[in-house]
Each structure stands twice: as structure tokens, then as C-alpha cells.
């Protein structure tokens, strides 16, 4: 699931939850959900996506720690797990906290 949030009053996404059942797993399927979710969102205007997961998994879709592009790390959360993808080059630059949808409660 993507949901929409704000860094600095710029609409951007976040990624979760990202979920493949038990007997479908390691066959590649989480990778093509975030692959097509970003294409999608690319096309759909949004320039950023964030997640709060496991950086053994995610950088290998381009996310990176949320700082490198000027998004404050969360509160209390591992620097390493809230990464940040960009997800067009032409991405303009963004500075400060990101406000997620009310449902998440942070
Ligand atoms: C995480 C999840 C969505 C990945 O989906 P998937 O279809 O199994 O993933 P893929 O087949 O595309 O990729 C498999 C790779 O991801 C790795 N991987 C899977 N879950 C991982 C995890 N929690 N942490 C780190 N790596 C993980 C596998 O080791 C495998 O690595 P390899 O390519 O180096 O062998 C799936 O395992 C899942 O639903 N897990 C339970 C829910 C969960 O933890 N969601 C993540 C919330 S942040």
C-alpha cells in the first residue's frame, strides 16, 4: 500500500505495508510491487517514497537513509530503517519532517 504524505508541503508517498503471503514469498513478487508502485507513481506526479523497514531490502529499490535527501530521520526509529527513493530525476529538493497521514498515529 502506498499512502500520501507531506515533507516541506510536498505531497509524497509512503510505502506500507508491503506484504506477500507466506507460500508466494522469494519468488520475486515484492520486488515487482514496488517496482510497478514507483513507475506508477512516477507517472502519477509524486517524486518521492518513504519506508520504515528493513535496509537490507529496501536500498536495493534505490531507497537510501531519509537524510541523504534532506528529510529529518523519525523520531526514536533506527536511522538505517526510514529511507527515502527519489523517484524522478528531476525530483525538486525537499528539507524537513515528514507529516504521514493521521491513520498511521506518529
Ligand atoms: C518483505 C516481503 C514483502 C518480500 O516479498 P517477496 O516477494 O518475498 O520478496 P522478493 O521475492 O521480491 O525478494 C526476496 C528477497 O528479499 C529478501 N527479504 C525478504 N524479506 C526480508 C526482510 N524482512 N528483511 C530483509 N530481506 C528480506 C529475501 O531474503 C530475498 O533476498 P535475495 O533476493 O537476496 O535472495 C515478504 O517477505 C513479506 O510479506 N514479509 C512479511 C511482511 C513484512 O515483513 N513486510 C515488510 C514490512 S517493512
Known amino acids: ?19 506477500v ?7 520475486g ?4 510491487l514496488i517496482k510497478e508502485g514507483h513507475k506508477t507513481a ?4 509524486y517524486e518521492y517514497c518513504a519506508v520504515l523497514g528493513s535496509e537490507k531490502y529496501y536500498p536495493r529499490f534505490g531507497y537510501v537513509i531519509s537524510s541523504d535527501y534532506g528529510i529529518q530521520p523519525l523520531k ?11 523517484l524522478s ?7 524537513g519532517y515528514v507529516k504521514f497521514a493521521k491513520e498511521f498515529g506518529i
Open 21 to 27: 503471503l507466506p507460500e508466494f514469498q522469494n519468488k
Open 1 to 19: 500500500m502506498f499512502s500520501r504524505a507531506t515533507v516541506d508541503n510536498e505531497d509524497i508517498l509512503i510505502l506500507a505495508p508491503l506484504s
Open 42 to 45: 512516477c507517472r502519477l506526479g
Open 76 to 86: 526514536g526509529i533506527p536511522t538505517q530503517n526510514f529511507m527515502v527513493v527519489k
Open 29 to 32: 513478487i515484492g520486488s515487482a
Open 89 to 95: 530525476a528531476k525530483a525538486k529538493n525537499v528539507n
